[in-house]
């Protein structure tokens, strides 16, 4: 299915183009000059969904266009086969998402590709390169101050994924239906002026099963870093953006996760002395538009 796709022609009579020839092909969003971003030493993303109407497009070109960095990695589920595979959905804005990374990678960022569980159809590619991205099943990164993070999805560590997969399915489709409501809350919100608000997000924090599941698999990665020896992981999938500090075995493990770019829109920054950062990027242009209309210079430097 995906063969013909990622050489370039899939669907309806229309060429797609998840890894276009940047020379013939430009984005429906022009790109914003480079100058003016705030470049980071490193930066993550995950659970981008493209293919979806769920992925936040709008929102993930501003931040691609907003910030830069040495490194990037897409942490997984950067598009949903499994969606794919049930319908077609591919607008141009989601084109113009693979365009930029393609475009970072020809600038000499060095971008790597950990396919997850919506994406695994990837997996089979692990230690090749895409356009100047390279996949693989999981990395290692250094940070400016010396730590070592293991960088994974980690659908490895879910437990209805790994015992019940037909329930993740289940799931799945719940979850695209709570997105649905998602669309129509925001889309009347943008009508009356007021800014983006996730209301699964809010959901998640409210119901107690889903925060116990959350606490849960956050000590699970957290006992999987110890056990290899690094000083903490970087993971994504659960959608939930989060920092925390765990004891294992007398030793400090750091647990990051990325969050996605479907409810929260949030990226993981490491900036160039090593301290990191979770970017809520809806709070970003929230305060970027504010500062614009009292009259500061506009731009992520002031609104960060």
């Not at 040495?70 to 365009?99: C, Q, S």
């Not at 979770?278 to 960060?304: D, F, H, S, T, Y």
Request: net charge negative.
């Amino acid at each position: 299915m995906f063969g013909s796709y990622l050489e370039g022609d899939f669907g309806n009579g229309r060429q797609v183009s998840a890894f276009p020839d940047l020379e013939r092909h430009q984005p429906s969003v022009p790109e914003r000059s480079p100058e003016k971003r705030r470049t980071y030493r490193t930066v993550w993303i995950s659970d981008v969904h493209l293919g979806t109407k769920g992925c936040n497009a709008e929102l993930l070109i501003d931040f691609l266009d907003s910030v830069d960095s040495e490194t990037m990695y897409l942490v997984g589920d950067i598009i949903d086969g499994w969606r794919l595979k049930k319908r077609f959905y591919w607008p141009d804005a989601h084109n113009d998402i693979v365009w930029r990374l393609l475009k970072r990678a020809k600038r000499g960022t060095r971008i790597v590709y950990i396919p997850g569980n919506h994406d695994e159809m990837f997996r089979q590619f692990t230690g090749m390169h895409f356009g100047g991205i390279e996949i693989r099943r999981a990395a290692f990164h250094d940070t400016a101050d010396g730590r070592r993070l293991m960088v994974l999805h980690g659908d490895e560590f879910d437990a209805v994924m790994l015992s019940h997969r037909w329930l993740a399915f289940l799931g799945d489709a719940l979850y695209h239906f709570m997105m649905g409501l998602n669309r129509w809350v925001n889309a009347a919100r943008k009508a009356l002026g007021l800014p983006y608000w996730s209301l699964s997000k809010m959901a998640k924090h409210k119901v107690k099963n889903a925060v116990e599941f959350i606490g849960k698999y956050e000590e699970v990665v957290a006992r999987a870093a110890a056990e290899r020896g690094v000083d903490g992981v970087v993971c994504g999938h659960i959608h939930t953006a989060e920092h925390r500090m765990f004891v294992q075995d007398g030793k400090s493990i750091e647990y990051w996760n990325d969050g996605d770019w479907v409810e929260g829109c949030n990226a993981l920054v490491e900036h160039a002395d090593g301290r990191m950062e979770i970017l809520n990027w809806p709070e970003v242009v929230a305060a970027r538009k504010e500062a614009e209309l009292q009259g500061a210079e506009p731009g992520v430097a002031a609104a960060a």
